[in-house]
Nanobody, 121 residues
Framework: QVQLVESGGGLVQPGGSLRLSCAAS????????MDWYRQAPGKQRELVASITSSGNTNYADSVKGRFTISRDNAKNTGYLQMNSLKPEDTAVYYC???????????????WGQGTQVTVSS
């Protein structure tokens, strides 16, 4: 009964900024790693950024220095701050979280529905 809901996507000009949010809800015992992926039309889904429960982060080379991943554990919410956006950043962005629910012994990956980010002048 765990659900991830993404928000914050939209249309932005090159050089602009957006902040994506991913809110987890339901019978959650623990949230471990949280990740952001993106997929452009005709392209493979790629990992953009990840963050562990302790705050360690990793980024794809293509976004390093421009994107920042963070999380608010009290709100069960993850964020992706995107600055200096380029047209090549245009994609559907998906959040992913490894979660242990109240009804399961195992850690299971959950996915959001995706949010469209379009960078265009």
């Amino acid at each position: 009964q765990v659900q991830l809901v993404e928000s914050g996507g939209g249309l932005v000009q090159p050089g602009g900024s957006l902040r994506l949010s991913c809110a987890a809800s339901g019978s959650i015992r623990s949230i471990y790693s949280m990740d952001w992926y993106r997929q452009a039309p005709g392209k493979q889904r790629e990992l953009v950024a990840s963050i562990t429960s302790s705050g360690n982060t990793n980024y794809a080379d293509s976004v390093k220095g421009r994107f920042t991943i963070s999380r608010d554990n009290a709100k069960n919410t993850g964020y992706l701050q995107m600055n200096s956006l380029k047209p090549e950043d245009t994609a559907v962005y998906y959040c992913n979280a490894d979660i242990k629910s109240e009804s399961s012994w195992s850690i299971v990956p959950y996915w959001g529905q995706g949010t469209q980010v379009t960078v265009s002048s």
